[in-house]
Every structure is written in structure tokens, then in C-alpha cells.
């Protein structure tokens, strides 16, 4: 069984520019979250999504958003990129999900896109 | 607002000993959920351990346990027989309405 698939792996942009990453969750995953680790902030909750829904989003401006697909992958958008926005981005996939609620559901987590904006 | 806090960046075992690193926690919540991650240089968060709130028996996953202590908010994870292969990231998680709140990690070093 295949696991999370984030692509691109790598991505350099110039300030001012916008960027999508793709997420693809495990097979039968209906649950992605994002997450963007920096090393001075650490782990940040972006958004979570379930099916095809914004279900819960973090602390971040409008230049961040995604979106959910029928097929349950999701992708990132940032428009208008800065210095800041250079960070991993993460994306999670869950099986079960009672969306807003805690869980002790495992997340699983992709292997990243390392965002670099000169 | 909840907060997670590991109080050493660093940390450094050898191998076949026993280490600890520390968490704590704060939320005002009752129904909640803890973890372990951990982040080798591969960068894929992989989930070592978790602990429901309401439980009181502690976790433990083959050479990983925890010590959750409710009531001071603490949730410790003890890794036994230190392997090379521990040799990572470690990050510890509060799981509140669909969101996961990050520690700011402790490196974990393995001596052979």
C-alpha cells in the first residue's frame, strides 16, 4: 500500500511568486491536514480537509489555502510568496476522522516539500 | 490556548541504555490525545507512540513507554535498549479538534 505522496520534493521560487504542492493520501484516506515545519516556529497546523471540505484551519494569512479533491487529494496554495513562507511542508492522511473532533486516529504523514524562496 | 512544551533541545543515550525526554502540556480541555513523532533525516514524521487522555494505564509500544501524569499535564516518553536507529528528531503532540500542536522537538543522539 502506498503511502503519502508529496510532490514536488524540492521547490525554489523568487519572492512575489505563488506556489501549489500536491498531496496524495493513502488509498481510503479521506483525511489530510498540512503542516509547515521552519526551524524557528517549528510544527505548524495549517488546514485540515475532509472530503473535499475546510474542516479546521490555523493562525495563517489569506495568501494560504488549499483545497480538497473528490478522490481525497489535496493540494497547497501560497500566492505571493516571502522570505518566511521558506519552510518543509507537510502533509498528513487519516483513515478515520470525526472531523473538528480530537481523535486518537493515526496520521500519516508524507515525506515533504522543502519550499526555498529567494 | 493549548501550548506544548519540550524543555531539552538536545539529548544523548548510548546505545543499549535508557533515556527520557520530557513534555508538558497545558489546555484547559478534558477530551484531548497525546503523541510521539519521530523525524529522521528522511524528514517523514513516523508515529512512535500515543495516549488517550481518559486512560489511565500507561502506553507502551515495544522499547518506547510513557509516563503520563494527568494532573501535572506531563507526558514523558522512555525509550529502553537505545538502538542507533533512534537516533532522531522527537517530537511530542496534543491532538485537539483535528489539529496536532507541536513541541519544539528534542534531538536524540545515539552513542555506539
Known amino acids: 500500500k502506498a503511502g503519502v505522496t508529496q510532490t514536488p520534493r524540492y521547490l525554489i521560487k523568487t519572492r512575489g511568486q505563488q506556489v501549489t504542492l500536491s498531496c496524495s493520501p493513502i488509498?481510503?484516506?479521506?483525511?489530510v491536514s498540512w503542516y509547515q515545519q521552519t526551524p524557528g516556529q517549528g510544527l505548524q497546523f495549517l488546514f485540515e480537509y475532509f472530503s473535499e471540505t475546510q474542516r479546521n484551519k490555523g493562525n495563517f494569512p489569506g495568501r494560504f489555502s488549499g483545497r480538497q479533491f473528490s478522490n481525497s487529494r489535496s493540494e497547497m496554495n501560497v500566492s505571493t510568496l516571502e522570505l518566511g513562507d521558506s519552510a518543509l511542508y507537510l502533509c498528513?492522511?487519516?483513515?478515520?476522522?470525526?472531523?473538528?473532533?480530537?481523535?486518537?486516529?493515526?496520521?500519516?504523514f508524507g515525506s515533504g516539500t522543502q519550499l526555498s524562496v529567494l | 490556548a493549548q501550548t506544548v512544551t519540550q524543555s531539552q533541545p538536545e539529548m544523548s543515550v548510548q546505545e543499549a541504555e535508557t533515556v527520557t525526554l520530557s513534555c508538558t502540556y497545558d489546555?484547559?480541555?478534558?477530551?484531548?490525545?497525546l503523541f510521539w513523532y519521530k523525524q529522521p533525516p528522511s524528514r517523514q514524521m513516523i508515529l512512535v507512540i500515543r495516549q488517550e487522555a481518559y486512560k489511565q494505564q500507561n502506553a507502551t509500544e515495544n522499547r518506547f513507554s510513557v509516563n503520563f501524569q494527568k494532573a501535572a499535564k506531563s507526558f514523558s516518553l522512555k525509550i529502553s535498549d537505545s538502538q542507533l536507529g533512534d537516533a532522531a528528531m522527537y517530537f511530542c503532540a496534543y491532538r485537539s479538534k483535528g489539529k496536532l500542536i507541536f513541541g519544539q522537538g528534542t534531538e536524540l543522539s545515539v552513542k555506539p
Open positions: 488509498s481510503g484516506h479521506r483525511s
Open positions: 489546555t484547559s480541555e478534558s477530551d484531548y490525545y
Open positions: 498528513a492522511s487519516s483513515l478515520l476522522a470525526r472531523p473538528g473532533r480530537s481523535t486518537n486516529e493515526k496520521l500519516f
